[in-house]
């Protein structure tokens, strides 16, 4: 690769370092400022629609404007975002924090950075290597994620020991996560014109929208189903699961690290197996028929006993959970005209940021009673068993050209 996708490598690394980071403690920092779980899902709902917004401004106008300046104020609205986390306890301020700026609960990727990314690196790959360099993209940011995770523990755990109480164990984290903002902005800097997209002043073509046109039946269907998956997962975002932990078993932030640095180091072997496995089944057959698997392990999680057995239940789930990312990235970006691109992966970025953000805030007040505590597992598996049985019915016989051609 060129130096700028090395580069847009390192901005997925770090950008998902700081998510991971953060994911681990914030509905802790957000109890510990005295908030009920009502109230932390319904912010954590807004920070992903917030989230939603932020994206389908900036990826609808990165082609016309420029991709590096959309990715310099994508980073800028992380570190803002992160700042007010730090020094307010105020509701009304965090939520108009997580609504405007770009934050993480779930440890996963959000905002409009990951589409405008691969929009940049496809275009300087060949089709039969597109799925490689995704899922390598997709093994940065899930090492980052497991590191964010577990440095997040072990500085919890460092700030306790020293004497930090309340919400202090977890406002430096957040402050970290802000810096973490600063850094992503400098590396976009160093971003080349080669990242951004030819002719970004040629005329709209007839009934363009969105930036779509030919594609653009395509892309919404895929983006409906994507966004159905994402709603299912929603429920059990990586701050979420958190909290669900610490209530049901009592474990430390440090554990909580641990674990997710196992799952999410999982989560990045699998997705080199996923591009192996596409080469020889193909890109759908590999999105399902892992991703179905993963599921039933999710549903399985609340009904473990003990705490050992739900972490190995949870990372049974990460080893093979991940398989469908780069697969369905790689996808996308076979089905749809070159030209539209941008658009087809920031559509269904922002459908499923939706999908994702309308679940936490029901998962908050289902978390909030010990009755339906393990409730947002069930949901959560159930969505996604159906979405797979979807995607499947609705795309099996459309093939990315690397499989027309070796048909």
């Excluded at 589409?115 to 039969?128: F, G």
């Excluded at 197996?273 to 392990?297: D, Q």
């Amino acid at each position: 690769m060129p130096r700028d996708g090395w580069l847009l490598l390192v901005t997925r690394g770090v950008r998902m370092f700081a998510y991971g980071f953060l994911s681990v403690v914030l509905a802790l920092y957000l109890r510990a400022l005295g908030f009920r779980e009502e109230l932390i899902g319904l912010l954590l709902t807004l920070t992903l629609l917030g989230d939603t917004a932020v994206s389908l401004a900036i990826t609808v106008s990165a082609d016309r404007i420029g991709r590096r300046r959309m990715l310099i104020l994508g980073a800028v609205l992380m570190a803002l975002a992160g700042l007010v986390f730090g020094i307010s306890d105020s509701f009304p301020l965090l939520l108009i924090a997580a609504i405007v700026g770009v934050i993480s609960p779930s440890g996963k990727e959000v905002g409009p950075f990951l589409s405008i990314e691969q929009a940049a690196l496809a275009q300087t790959v060949a089709d039969r290597r597109r799925t490689d360099v995704f899922a390598w993209q997709n093994v940065v940011g899930s090492m980052a994620t497991a590191l964010g995770a577990l440095a997040s523990g072990l500085m919890c755990q460092t700030l306790l020991v020293v004497g930090f109480t309340g919400a202090n164990v977890y406002r430096p984290l957040v402050f970290a996560y802000g810096a973490g903002g600063i850094l992503l902005a400098t590396i976009c800097l160093c971003l080349t014109g080669a990242v951004e997209a030819g002719n970004p002043d040629s005329p709209r073509r007839a009934g363009q929208w969105l930036g779509l046109h030919r594609s653009r039946r395509t892309v919404f269907k895929l983006a409906g189903l994507f966004g159905l998956d994402a709603l299912g997962g929603g429920f059990v975002i990586q701050s979420l699961m958190a909290y669900w932990f610490y209530v049901r078993f009592g474990v430390d932030p440090v554990v909580l690290g641990g674990v997710f640095f196992g799952a999410n180091l999982l989560a990045a072997a699998s997705a080199l197996i996923a591009a192996s496995l596409a080469r020889r089944i193909g890109l759908v057959n590999t999105m399902v028929f892992t991703h179905l698997p993963s599921n039933v392990l999710l549903i399985l999680v609340p009904l473990m006993p003990n705490l050992p057995l739900a972490i190995t239940v949870v990372l049974l789930r990460f080893s093979i959970s991940q398989m469908d990312v780069p697969t369905r990235q790689s996808y996308t970006m076979a089905v749809v005209q070159p030209n539209e691109r941008s658009a087809a992966a920031g559509v269904t970025t922002v459908v499923r940021s939706v999908g994702a953000g309308l679940s936490p805030a029901l998962a908050g007040y289902l978390l909030a009673s010990p009755a339906l505590l393990s409730v947002p597992f069930f949901l959560a598996g159930g969505i996604k068993i159906v979405y797979d049985l979807l995607l499947y019915r609705a795309f099996i016989t459309t093939a990315p050209p690397e499989e027309r051609d070796r048909a």
